[in-house]
């Protein structure tokens, strides 16, 4: 399986992806994830954490270059899931790009649809589990009764000016992409509102995987 999970920044990408790769045993993509890896460790440079600070995006070569990398991985060969990647059209090419080069093809690219007002609360109340990687929702998916606040982490991209940012970003640049892949006759659209394993079950019947 090789598939591209998109969706505005809150659609729950992130939750669903995990779901998906357990199932069908493929790594998780995130260039998110290995972008905040890269600050934690210390090794992404100063400019860049800037411009994910304040929602933007990060310059092509640099997320092309961490996804190339890693398709050359032993995990990557039976497939993979992308999330967050690719986020632009000219992303999107140099993908197809990367793809051919291995001869591997896209099985295909899911949608998840929210409603714009639903996305910013989504985001505010966010925490992920710092130990586990877990996503919780204050609001409506909230975590265990007895985890410790101190290990639940606010990414710092979660604010809500910034979160008008990403979205802003996603509406000029990344609804760009679903044209290009509708196109390609690889988009598929799911709803993403309402319990979370009810968006699992409809990602997995648009994929045929029911
Ligand atoms: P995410 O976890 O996917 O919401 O990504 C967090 C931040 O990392 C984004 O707001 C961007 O600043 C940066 N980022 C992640 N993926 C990409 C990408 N494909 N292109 C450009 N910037 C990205």
């Not at 890269?38 to 440079?45: E, R, S, V």
């Not at 270059?65 to 398709?71: E, M, N, Q, V």
């Not at 998916?141 to 910034?162: C, K, M, V, Y």
Request: glycine share 12%.
């Amino acid at each position: 399986m090789r598939l591209i999970l998109v969706g505005p920044p809150g659609a729950g990408k992130g939750t669903q992806a995990k779901v998906l790769c357990q199932r069908f045993g493929i790594p998780q993509l995130s260039t998110g994830d290995m972008l905040r890896a890269g600050k934690k460790n210390g090794t992404l440079p100063a400019e860049i954490v800037a411009v994910m600070t304040n929602g933007g995006l990060v310059p092509d070569e640099v997320v092309i270059g961490l996804i190339d990398a890693r398709f050359g991985d032993a995990d990557c060969q039976q497939g993979f899931l992308l999330d967050g990647f690719p986020r632009t059209v000219p992303q999107a090419e140099a993908l197809g790009g990367l793809l051919k080069a291995r001869g591997w093809a896209l099985d295909g690219v899911v949608q998840i649809d929210v409603p714009s007002e639903l996305l910013e609360e989504r985001a505010i109340y966010r925490r992920s589990h710092k130990k586990t990687g877990q996503i919780f929702n204050l609001k409506y998916s909230p975590p265990p009764p007895g985890t410790d606040p101190a290990d639940l982490e606010h990414r710092a991209d979660d604010q809500p000016e910034t979160v008008r940012n990403r979205l802003a970003a996603y509406e000029g640049m990344t609804a760009a992409l679903l044209p290009y892949y509708d196109a390609a006759g690889l988009l598929k659209r799911v709803d993403g509102q309402g319990d979370p394993a009810e968006v699992t079950d409809r990602l997995l019947r648009a994929l045929g995987k029911a």
